[in-house]
Every structure is written in structure tokens, then in C-alpha cells.
């Protein structure tokens, strides 16, 4: 069974630019959860998605946005990028009435 | 609120030596316990887990044990390789009424010199 995958894996903005990027889940995985990953602040919850509805979200601004399709896909955006905004980010899956995630193996966002 | 700490580290051993990584939780209700490992690079990877309280997770020689007395959930391995060479996660899960509470320690990093 083919794990996560998120495109891109690499990425380089400039400020105010906005981003968006790109998660596929386990098949059969109907939950995909986003980590923002920073040295300083470890790894940080962003939101939760399951069947298109977002369950549960963290502390972030609203410039960071995201949706499910209904092939249980993911997409994040950042809008107005900031330089804190470099870090890596990723995205898990989860089938629903299970809790263990597993991991992509993340996006790296540069913003200059 | 859920919360996990662990040794921040970094935990440097030579090959062979015999590793503990600390793990203490606080939680509402009944969690679930996990250890994720990652490489350089790359993103998380699942180590072991354990469910219920006295429950014991393995794999690849590491082992975890899920004390709810002492909410503590240490990693440990008899003899460390160079290829352990990883940060170390030690993360719990809280199930909501809607959608889920995974909490992540800050990670350790190991470092095993040959």
C-alpha cells in the first residue's frame, strides 16, 4: 500500500506571495491532519480534516487555510507569506476509527 | 490541558550503549501513547505505540512501557546503532467528541558515534 505523499517536497516563495501545497493520504484513510515543523517551536498542530469537514484546528492566523476533496486529498494555502512561515510542513493520515497517523514525508517552504 | 515532555536532549552514545529517552504525559481521559522517529529529511515515522495502561510497544529493538502511575511512557534500547541516529517523538492521543488531539513532545535528538 503506497504511504502518504506531498508535493511539493521542496519549495521557495517571497514574501506576501501565497502557497499552496499538496497531500494525498493512505488509500482508504479518511483523515488528514497538517504539523507545521519548526526548530523553535517543534511540531505544531494546523488543522484536521475528515469527509471534507474540518474536525479540529490549532492555534495558527487565518492566512493558514485548507480543504479535503472527496478522494480524501488535501491541500493547504498559506496566503500573505511571512519569513516565520519557512518550515516544514506535514501532513498525516489516519483511517477514521483508528488513531495512529502516518507521516509524508513533508513539504520544505523557504519564503525569502 | 494534554501535554508531553520529554528529555530535549542532544543524547550522544557510542554503538552499543544502552539508550533511555524519558517521556512523561498529562492527559484527560484515557490516552494513547506513541513513539515516532525521524530521519534527517524526512518526515515521521511510527516506532511503537501502546493503547492501555501496563501495555508494552516494540519494535526494532526499542521498547516502551505505558506506566499510567507514573504517566510515563520512556523509550529504551539494549544496544544503540549508528543508523539510530534520529530525533525521537514521544506524542499522545486523546480522542475528542470530534475529531482528534494528537499531542507531540519537542523531540530529542540522538546522536550514536561509531
Known amino acids: 500500500k503506497a504511504g502518504v505523499t506531498q508535493t511539493p517536497r521542496y519549495l521557495i516563495k517571497t514574501r506576501g506571495q501565497q502557497v499552496t501545497l499538496s497531500c494525498s493520504p493512505i488509500s482508504g484513510h479518511r483523515s488528514v491532519s497538517w504539523y507545521q515543523q519548526t526548530p523553535g517551536q517543534g511540531l505544531q498542530f494546523l488543522f484536521e480534516?475528515?469527509?471534507?469537514?474540518?474536525?479540529n484546528k490549532g492555534n495558527f492566523p487565518g492566512r493558514f487555510s485548507g480543504r479535503q476533496f472527496s478522494n480524501s486529498r488535501s491541500e493547504m494555502n498559506v496566503s500573505t507569506l511571512e519569513l516565520g512561515d519557512s518550515a516544514l510542513y506535514l501532513c498525516?493520515?489516519?483511517?477514521?476509527?483508528?488513531?495512529?497517523?502516518?507521516f509524508g514525508p513533508g513539504t520544505r517552504l523557504l519564503v525569502l | 490541558g494534554n501535554s508531553v515532555t520529554q528529555m530535549e536532549g542532544p543524547v550522544t552514545l557510542s554503538e552499543e550503549a544502552f539508550l533511555t529517552i524519558n517521556c512523561t504525559y498529562t492527559?484527560?481521559?484515557?490516552?494513547?501513547l506513541f513513539w515516532y522517529v525521524q530521519y534527517p529529511g524526512e518526515g515521521l515515522q511510527l516506532l511503537l505505540k501502546a493503547t492501555k495502561a501496563d501495555d508494552k510497544g516494540s519494535n526494532k529493538g526499542f521498547e516502551a512501557t505505558y506506566r499510567k502511575e507514573t504517566t510515563s511512557f520512556h523509550l529504551e534500547k539494549g544496544s544503540v546503532q549508528v543508523s539510530d541516529s534520529a530525533v525521537y517523538f514521544c506524542?499522545?492521543?486523546?480522542?475528542?467528541?470530534?475529531?482528534?488531539?494528537?499531542?507531540f513532545g519537542p523531540g530529542t535528538r540522538l546522536s550514536v558515534l561509531p
Open positions: 498525516a493520515s489516519s483511517f477514521a476509527s483508528q488513531e495512529t497517523q502516518y
Open positions: 506524542a499522545l492521543f486523546v480522542p475528542e467528541n470530534y475529531g482528534q488531539n494528537f499531542v
Open positions: 480534516y475528515f469527509s471534507e469537514t474540518q474536525r
Open positions: 492527559a484527560t481521559g484515557y490516552p494513547s
